[in-house]
């Protein structure tokens, strides 16, 4: 992986034996976001998810003096009009009592990197409007708010109904 | 491919000979939302991205009386919260001369037996605010909008000094 400029932090890809790690750092941000009650994840179903035979994202870890710290979760969306691959970063999460050291801009300049070598054109993530510190971070670093665009999600009741209309 | 049940409509995978037909659509879709000068991808791009060695995303074509006259284009991604994949609407077109029909209603609910059958938790797409026919579409399928979430994007010079920075 690559290096970074904080001293003490070390920016890895995650293995399998990290699954346990993740989902702790998982179970965090949503306890950060009043979402803990959404986190349904077992252990299981995350490795299969990243580790086994068709993995759907990819994991960096940020350790910190030697413990994991912080992650991000990413995986790879397609913009039609640029023909082209992205990265869609689902999660960034550092815990609260390593942040303001560069933690989680690390983890992005991580990212960055990772989509300029697979020739990706964009990196792309949603935030919490409620999400302050989050919202000035991104902005401090010139991504765009595409605040003329509105996230649309169909699941459980809504989305057996649709698919049982066929 | 899954049956429909209006006249004339046949929902069926894209294969790599629809690749211009497809790049077509595209480019109709992204007149219609008054961003064609964003679209930079070719022919060949596209043909790779869909249809090479790592696919990054799948389509539906709707034929309509033996015409292709709408598509679907779709990847997967991933909710951390769930442990599960999604399904991720990149793109949802149909010609305006064959609106009304139901032939997107058509797209979608492939999309929705796709996503029960591959066992995922979510289909989710975003929708340019000023696309009034879509929002209210949308909201007739039961599709809930996160208006306290903002999608963020780094493209471009922006994500190329983020990169060097590590």
Redesign the interface.
Known sequence: M????VPGLRIREAVKQDTAVILGL?TE??EYEN?AH?????QG??EE?LFGARP??EVVIAEYEGESVGYA?Y???????????GI?L??LYVRPDCRGKGIGR?L???L??I??KRNC??????????NQPA?EF?SR???????????????GT??????A??
Chains 1, 2 share one sequence.
Not at 38 to 42: K, L, W
Not at 121 to 130: Q, Y
Request: charged share 20%; net charge negative; proline share 3%.
């Open positions: 690559d290096s970074t400029t998982i941000l949503a979402l959404e986190v349904t994840a077992t179903q995350l998810a759907f994202a979760l995986f790879h969306n397609f913009s039609t009009f640029l023909g082209r691959p869609y689902e999660d690390a992005l300049v991580t960055a990197e989509a300029k054109g964009r990196l792309e993530w949603i935030v919490l409007d409620s919202l991104y670093l010139k991504a765009i708010p595409l605040d003329e665009w509105t996230v649309f999600r169909l699941s809504a989305l057996d109904e649709l698919a209309k066929g």
